[in-house]
């Protein structure tokens, strides 16, 4: 058996190998007669991570560094109306090939050429906007600082991004895309609270508060996207809420996990809302739920190892019993997964169940 899509035959086609017509008519039979194991994007498991695809993502990273995180000082040199120039001409060209390869079938680099574009957003914007002089004064002086200094100025820049990757996921349809989209939402809610910190004198504990609201703002919005990609067809089928979760689920962790509990049952309820996240990410598919509920529990125990019980002679072996008991659980788990998943997701929405479940 062998994972076919529209976009091959037509790949196919491109290359001479069959006519557009013969693409048309292979499809038609096998979708008709089910020959072959038809699968659209969202029943796919994600990019197998062979060679090829580690030299894409490898690849695109490494642009998309070098015009982000990566950029030097030197760059000042090319001057505002010079960075404005660049920054377009870049965008323009990775659009461009974006659209050839994915006119090729080649939907993989085409989603990081499409998000280098992405990318390349609040570069032009802030070259646009220092060059006319709009620049709020007092701020960074260097693009550079966008990706390490938290600054109330860089709204304009968020804004913008969201707004153009938002146009331009709605053009390109390539679930990669969503990954800028999700790091500016994060970016957004620190420089959020840094303009409120600096305007209405709140402390640390509120950008800390902000954290935990714009995760699960984050979060919600991931599972609506989540739901809608579920239930549409064609290229809207797609794993579109992936990053959305990892940076909502990180957001949410870490206001949380900041949070003072004074109490041991602040702390004790701290490690049952990670217990939770466990049978969260467990009940809808998701594993990064349960990787930061599991990281919640461990640093809970270490508390109780080092604090509470660091006296204790009988609590190292209580932990190693537990630590047994949770394997055996486990495998326990692994037997009965399925009926497990299906128990849990029946309490969920039918769009937010794990797809075996549905």
């Given at each position: 058996r062998v994972t076919v899509s529209p976009a091959d035959l037509n790949a196919a086609a491109r290359d001479g190998l069959i006519t557009n017509t013969q693409a048309k008519?292979?499809?038609?039979?096998?979708?008709?007669?089910?020959?072959?194991?038809?699968?659209?994007?969202?029943?796919?498991?994600?990019p197998r991570f062979g060679f090829t695809n580690v030299l894409y993502y490898f690849g695109g990273l490494v642009a998309i560094g070098a015009m982000t995180l990566f950029m030097t000082l030197g760059w000042s040199q090319f001057g505002d109306w010079g960075l404005l120039a660049i920054a377009l001409g870049y965008l323009v060209?990775?659009?461009?090939?974006?659209?050839?390869?994915?006119?090729?079938?080649?939907?993989?680099p085409a989603g990081i050429l499409a998000t280098l574009a992405v990318c390349l957003v609040p570069l032009a914007v802030w070259a646009l906007q220092s060059g006319l002089g709009l620049w709020p004064p007092g701020?960074?002086?260097?693009?550079?600082?966008?990706?390490t200094q938290i600054d109330w100025r860089w709204l304009t820049l968020e804004f913008a991004t969201l707004a153009a990757g938002v146009v331009m996921l709605w053009r390109y349809?390539?679930?990669f895309m969503v990954m800028p989209i999700a790091v500016t939402v994060w970016y957004m809610w620190m420089d959020v609270a840094h303009a409120l910190m600096q305007h209405s004198g709140f402390e640390?504990?509120?950008?800390?508060?902000l954290s935990l609201v714009f995760g699960i703002a984050t979060c919600f919005v991931a599972m609506w996207v989540d739901v809608r990609s579920r239930r549409a067809s064609g290229e809207w089928r797609q794993d579109f809420a992936f990053w959305l979760y990892i940076f909502g689920a990180l957001m949410f962790w870490g206001g949380l996990s900041l949070q003072d509990?004074?109490?041991?049952?602040?702390k004790a309820v701290y490690a049952l809302i990670n217990v939770g996240l466990v049978f969260v990410g467990a009940a809808i598919g998701r594993r990064v739920f349960?990787?930061?509920?599991?990281?919640?529990v461990a640093g809970y125990l270490?508390?109780?190892?080092?604090?509470?019980?660091?006296?204790s002679l009988l609590f190292p072996f209580a932990l190693t019993l537990l630590g047994l008991a949770v394997i055996a659980l486990g495998i326990w788990w692994q037997r009965h997964e399925k009926a497990i998943e299906a128990r849990l997701g029946a309490w969920l929405p039918a769009g937010l169940r794990p797809r075996d479940a549905t």
């Open positions: 008519l292979l499809w038609a039979r096998w979708t008709q007669h089910d020959q072959l194991q038809v699968t659209t994007p969202m029943d796919l498991a994600g060209g990775a659009l461009l090939v974006a659209d050839h390869l994915k006119g090729r079938g080649l939907r993989t701020g960074p002086s260097s693009y550079r600082a966008y990706h349809r390539l679930p640390y504990q509120f950008m800390r508060d509990s004074g109490t041991e049952w602040g349960t990787v930061f509920g599991a990281l919640g270490g508390y109780l190892s080092y604090r509470v019980f660091r006296d």
